[in-house]
């Protein structure tokens, strides 16, 4: 049998299961911790840092970090809202990320969170990368001005081999998503329906399909991102 366990976050006495990943005990307790690269059931890797969060008072990503007994969380102290906010700001100016004309806009993560932390103008210097889109994808575009490197794309997206189709290419600051070309040839629809899904932003794009939901009926247009947990 489970074992359940006690613990707070922001002095609310909370309760799970002992060794789940605190994001989704979280969630479980109507409380809201940000991710852009968590997929509940796959194995985290603390890739974005927006779940960023202090136990016991020190610094640990909530999407890696079990919760045990009488552990004690930090979510919403201002000193934290500021740190994702800083990391939100870094991924705008990091990439090209032009919301009015994206495909994703009201379905994009990134775009909602942004808007939760009421991010305006990043405090860093936009750099402008010049950076490719791939549209020679059967069924995908890939736009690598949008990528924010979260992997949720090469965790998530295999073949019927369990073979991965997104892949990490290069280094440093020209570290990139490479898409394989034989494999997405052969990509069923509903695999690269599930790629479109999963990226938080609209960096892999389904084509044929832009524009399909009108804007004003999409996910984060009326519901701001995590108030589904807190209402
Ligand atoms: S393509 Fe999308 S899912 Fe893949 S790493 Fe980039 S942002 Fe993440």
Same mark, same amino acid.
């Given at each position: 049998?489970?074992?359940?366990?006690?613990?707070?976050?922001?002095?609310?006495?909370?309760?799970?299961?002992?060794?789940?990943?605190l994001?989704?005990?979280?969630a479980?307790?109507?409380?809201?911790?940000?991710?852009?690269?968590?997929?509940?059931?796959i194995?985290?890797?603390?890739?974005?840092?927006?779940?960023?969060?202090?136990?016991?008072?020190?610094?640990?990503?909530?999407?890696?970090?079990?919760?045990?007994?009488?552990? !004690?969380? !930090?979510?919403?102290?201002?000193?934290?809202?500021?740190l994702?906010?800083?990391?939100?700001?870094?991924? #705008?100016?990091?990439?090209? $990320?032009?919301?009015?004309?994206?495909?994703?806009?009201?379905?994009?993560?990134?775009?909602a969170?942004a808007? @939760?932390?009421?991010?305006?103008?990043?405090? #860093?210097?936009?750099?402008?990368?010049? @950076?490719?889109? !791939?549209?020679?994808?059967?069924?995908? *575009?890939?736009? $690598?001005n949008?990528?924010?490197?979260?992997? @949720?794309?090469?965790?998530?997206?295999?073949?019927?081999?369990?073979?991965?189709?997104?892949?990490f290419?290069? @280094?440093? $600051?020209?570290?990139?998503?490479?898409?394989?070309?034989?494999?997405?040839?052969?990509?069923?629809?509903?695999?690269?329906?599930?790629? *479109?899904?999963?990226?938080?932003?609209?960096a892999?794009?389904?084509?044929? *399909?832009?524009?399909?939901?009108?804007?004003?009926?999409?996910?984060?247009?009326?519901?701001?991102?995590?108030?589904?947990?807190?209402?």
């Open positions: 049998m489970n074992e359940l366990v006690n613990f707070t976050i922001d002095k609310k006495e909370c309760m799970s299961t002992k060794g789940k990943y994001v989704d005990a979280a479980e307790n109507g409380i809201y911790i940000p991710t852009l690269c968590n997929i509940t059931g194995q985290p890797r603390g890739a974005c840092r927006l779940c960023t969060v202090k136990v016991n008072g020190k610094l640990t990503t909530a999407c890696t970090t079990p919760v045990y007994n009488n552990m !004690e969380v !930090e979510n919403e102290s201002p000193e934290l809202q500021d994702r906010k800083s990391i939100i700001e870094l991924m #705008f100016a990091d990439g090209n $990320h032009y919301c009015p004309y994206c495909e994703k806009s009201g379905d994009c993560e990134l775009q969170i808007y @939760r932390y009421r991010v305006t103008v990043p405090r #860093f210097p936009y750099s402008f990368p010049k @950076r490719e889109i !791939e549209a020679g994808h059967p069924l995908l *575009a890939k736009d $690598h949008r990528c924010i490197l979260c992997k @949720r794309c090469i965790k998530a997206v295999k073949d019927d081999d369990g073979r991965s189709i997104f892949a290419a290069r @280094r440093s $600051h020209k570290l990139t998503i490479s898409v394989d070309t034989r494999l997405s040839h052969v990509m069923s629809p509903e695999k690269a329906a599930y790629a *479109a899904e999963i990226c938080p932003v609209g892999i794009l389904l084509k044929g *399909a832009a524009f399909k939901k009108p804007i004003g009926e999409r996910k984060y247009d009326k519901k701001p991102i995590g108030t589904e947990l807190e209402m």
